[in-house]
């Protein structure tokens, strides 16, 4: 689970870099998400574009299936037609929580694609279940502390401090830190450019300046945060798995 450079994995698929990237910045399911873009993908076989547009305010109609209402909203974001963006934008600022993240994606979708048209040229989109904003994402990261009897008040400053400084350098930032036991949690947000097993590397040598309370190995992911439960279950499988790596 630990990270790896999404900006190399970009290179090495197109074997170039694009120009524009486009980030998902709010936290959506990521199981939603694989279900709206398989949804979408379906949808626009022989898509009538006129019947759709007659046809789009019906995504307001709460009587309607949720169903229809979804293959509507999946059917106008594969519009190159700015009625079709400001129809969805309209159900976004309306406040609906029904269908909310459905319509985000959707709206995300018929923006680079509107996008891509007037640019001419091909975006990449980055969607993850944490989100970001900007050339950031979001990831979710746990420090685990040698001694199971959790951190020192002076350590917990440690790591803040240390983490803070670190992430600052590379124009990181941290959004969260928790403490739950002897894991440490950081919510954070950082550049894509930025190579994320190198730099938490850093700080927890830096944090180990200071007394050597922090094991070497860290979990990164953005997906989702964990909570303690889920943490615990992920160590003993890792445990499970690599009996010796307990550094």
């Known amino acids: ?145 040698k001694e199971k009897t959790g951190f020192s008040d002076l350590q917990k400053k440690i790591i803040k401090n240390e983490f803070e400084d670190t992430l600052a350098k590379c124009d990181a930032e941290i959004e969260k830190v928790e403490f739950l036991g002897h894991f440490a949690t950081l919510v954070v947000m950082v550049p894509l450019k930025v190579a994320l097993k190198d730099v938490f590397r850093s700080a927890i040598i830096e944090c180990n300046q200071y007394g050597d309370f922090l094991k070497s190995n860290f979990i990164i992911t953005n997906v989702k945060e964990l909570n303690l439960t889920e943490i615990k279950d992920f160590m003993k499988k890792q445990q499970q798995a690599n009996p010796s790596d307990d550094k």
């Open 1 to 145: 689970m630990e990270g790896e450079n999404i900006y190399d994995k970009i290179q090495e698929i197109f074997g170039e870099v694009p120009g524009t990237f486009s980030i998902l910045e709010e936290k959506i399911d990521i199981d939603l998400q694989m279900e709206y873009f398989e949804f979408s993908r379906h949808i626009k076989k022989d898509l009538d574009e006129g019947a759709v547009i007659k046809r789009r305010d019906q995504i307001f109609d709460f009587a309607r299936d949720a169903g229809d209402r979804k293959s509507l909203f999946a059917m106008l974001a594969s519009l190159e037609d700015v009625s079709a963006y400001r129809t969805i934008e309209k159900y976004l600022k309306e406040g609906h929580l029904e269908l909310r993240n459905w319509a985000i994606l959707a709206l995300q979708e018929s923006r680079m694609l509107l996008e891509s048209k007037l640019l001419e040229e091909n975006q990449v989109f980055i969607s993850t279940g944490l989100g970001g904003k900007g050339s950031k994402l979001r990831y979710f990261v746990v420090l685990i502390g």
